[in-house]
């Protein structure tokens, strides 16, 4: 059996282990290697240095951006090292480059805008945006779109170009925020009367902030009813509690000071011969009572 293991090796294992392509395709595996270990060092050093200038999202694209152009280079380098033309793939990706790119505008048009909303930095991860009427939270920012995961749990994707060329609200920038709420009272009550109320309401609410101080304002005459806005302040967390609570103690405040809210009511109006004549619906509004 010992004499079995200091046998010579086979021929064609002899030749396979002094060919030239062997060392090459080592040599192609080792930096393949080593140029994963580098890329991930790298990762690691450009966000302990960039990482508090970019923000969450300027990290995640940075590290895409990172990990795609670091690839790229290691690839060709391996596929040197294995005997391939530097110089003709270099050239055919050129080519390719140019050919995409014309026929990848958008695609580009969404990285170039990717990379200035990086720095303009109008939102973060986890904020709560409204961008063309779409409302959510910001899942996700890659170099060609945005993940909004809306309050119902659907995800949206919008493309870069669209931020930069559309009305971005962000919603959590501050850390709070103000209810509007429009109340309309009859023409018989006090003005006076009525932004004392409102005033009285908003200070007793657990979530209404007393500063910034309340915004009441009597914002004219309507058509049937003497128009107001409360304006109250709160947390952001709080936000979707006052929007329930408010309204509801105002509207227990205005039934314990008798303040009559209108509401619109539609009358029948017929003729004699019900059966021949169309009935007629006149629209009416008056107040409570």
């Given at each position: 059996?010992?004499?079995?293991?200091?046998?010579?090796?086979?021929?064609?294992?002899?030749?396979?282990?002094?060919?030239?392509?062997?060392?090459?395709?080592?040599?192609?595996?080792?930096?393949?290697?080593?140029?994963?270990?580098?890329?991930?060092?790298?990762?690691?050093?450009?966000?302990?240095?960039?990482?508090?200038?970019?923000?969450?999202?300027?990290?995640?694209?940075?590290?895409?951006?990172?990990?795609?152009?670091?690839?790229?280079?290691?690839?060709?380098?391996?596929?040197?090292?294995?005997?391939?033309?530097?110089?003709?793939?270099?050239?055919?990706?050129?080519?390719?480059?140019?050919?995409?790119?014309?026929?990848?505008?958008?695609?580009?048009?969404?990285?170039?805008?990717?990379?200035?909303?990086?720095?303009?930095r109008p939102f973060e991860l986890g904020?709560?945006?409204?961008?063309?009427?779409?409302?959510?939270?910001?899942?996700?920012?890659?170099?060609?779109?945005?993940?909004?995961?809306?309050?119902?749990?659907?995800?949206?994707?919008?493309?870069?170009?669209?931020?930069?060329?559309?009305?971005?609200?962000?919603?959590?920038?501050?850390?709070?925020?103000?209810?509007?709420?429009?109340?309309?009272?009859?023409?018989?009550?006090?003005?006076?009367?009525?932004?004392?109320?409102?005033?009285?309401?908003?200070?007793?609410?657990?979530?209404?902030?007393?500063?910034?101080?309340?915004?009441?304002?009597?914002?004219?005459?309507?058509?049937?009813?003497?128009?107001?806005?409360?304006?109250?302040?709160?947390?952001?967390?709080d936000y979707g509690t006052l929007r329930?609570?408010?309204?509801?103690?105002?509207?227990?405040?205005?039934?314990?000071?008798?303040?009559?809210?209108?509401?619109?009511?539609?009358?029948?109006?017929?003729?004699?011969?019900?059966?021949?004549?169309?009935?007629?619906?006149?629209?009416?509004?008056?107040?409570?009572?």
């Amino acid at each position: 059996m010992n004499a079995l293991f200091l046998a010579a090796p086979p021929p064609w294992l002899s030749d396979f282990l002094k060919s030239e392509l062997l060392w090459k395709v080592l040599g192609a595996a080792a930096i393949l290697l080593g140029g994963i270990i580098v890329i991930s060092i790298l990762n690691r050093f450009s966000l302990r240095l960039f990482g508090p200038r970019l923000g969450p999202q300027g990290v995640m694209v940075m590290k895409k951006v990172i990990r795609y152009v670091g690839f790229a280079f290691v690839g060709i380098l391996a596929l040197g090292q294995v005997g391939l033309n530097l110089g003709a793939i270099l050239g055919a990706a050129g080519v390719a480059g140019i050919a995409i790119g014309f026929a990848a505008q958008t695609s580009l048009s969404n990285i170039i805008s990717g990379f200035f909303l990086i720095g303009e930095r109008p939102f973060e991860l986890g904020d709560m945006i409204e961008v063309d009427g779409i409302s959510g939270t910001v899942d996700t920012i890659g170099l060609l779109s945005l993940t909004l995961r809306t309050f119902d749990n659907r995800s949206v994707r919008i493309p870069n170009e669209t931020l930069v060329k559309t009305n971005v609200t962000n919603i959590t920038r501050h850390p709070i925020r103000r209810f509007n709420l429009d109340i309309g009272v009859s023409y018989d009550e006090n003005i006076g009367h009525v932004l004392s109320v409102l005033q009285d309401v908003s200070e007793q609410n657990v979530q209404c902030l007393d500063e910034p101080n309340p915004l009441i304002v009597f914002t004219g005459f309507g058509d049937s009813s003497l128009n107001f806005m409360l304006g109250a302040w709160c947390l952001q967390d709080d936000y979707g509690t006052l929007r329930n609570t408010l309204p509801r103690e105002l509207k227990e405040r205005f039934d314990e000071e008798n303040i009559e809210i209108p509401f619109p009511h539609m009358t029948l109006a017929a003729g004699k011969a019900l059966g021949q004549i169309p009935v007629k619906v006149i629209p009416e509004t008056t107040a409570n009572g």
